[in-house]
């Protein structure tokens, strides 16, 4: 099953089908997953069945990048309940001070020279946190490999989250080239 939901109605499409016995894989994106779902009772139901792709990394991988990112919002929010959000945003933030650092190259902080500056960006460097980017091309995909996480409650007190598979690229994604308008 493919859903792109809240949490919560993640959490009730799981539920009801491990109680009706219907035990197939779910497979979501970022949307469709918070940690505290794991304090639920569907938690046994999503760490079964819930598989979430995304292009970031969780905050519970054995990662320098990640553990510095993690140390960093526990530092600002110690009480807070991270989850996947921490990491893309400061993936995005990264993506943003190249795109900056590059119009500033080029002496041209007008919008279009923003813009012509993010289209610059071929190998965006996140320290890992993103799947590696290309911006180069107007209209086209800048990433074609994914994450698969799943629900853990081992790392509940992080990001309820492990790795089931790290960056990987299907055959589908890499001849994959967009409709052009």
Not at 158 to 165: A, C, Q, R, V
């Amino acid at each position: 099953m493919l859903l792109t939901t809240t949490p919560k109605q993640t959490a009730s499409a799981v539920g009801v089908a491990a109680v009706g016995g219907f035990n197939v894989p779910f497979l979501g994106n970022n949307p469709t997953y918070s940690p505290l779902l794991l304090g639920t009772p569907v938690a046994a139901a999503l760490e079964a069945n819930l598989y979430i792709m995304g292009s970031s990394i969780p905050l519970s991988a054995d990662n320098p990048a990640a553990q510095k990112v993690l140390a960093a919002y526990k530092a600002k929010f110690p009480s807070g309940k991270p989850n996947a959000g921490v990491t893309y945003g400061y993936g995005v933030g990264k993506i943003w001070e190249q795109t900056l650092k590059a119009a500033c190259d080029a002496k041209d902080l007008t919008r279009a020279g923003i813009e012509a500056a993010f289209h610059t960006l071929t190998s965006v460097d996140t320290d890992g946190i993103l799947a590696p980017l290309d911006y180069s091309t107007a209209g086209g995909i800048p990433a074609k490999q994914t994450f698969v996480v799943r629900p853990s409650k081992a790392t509940v007190a992080i990001d309820g989250l492990k790795i089931e598979k790290q960056l990987f690229t299907t055959d589908l994604a890499k001849d994959y080239t967009p409709p052009t308008g």
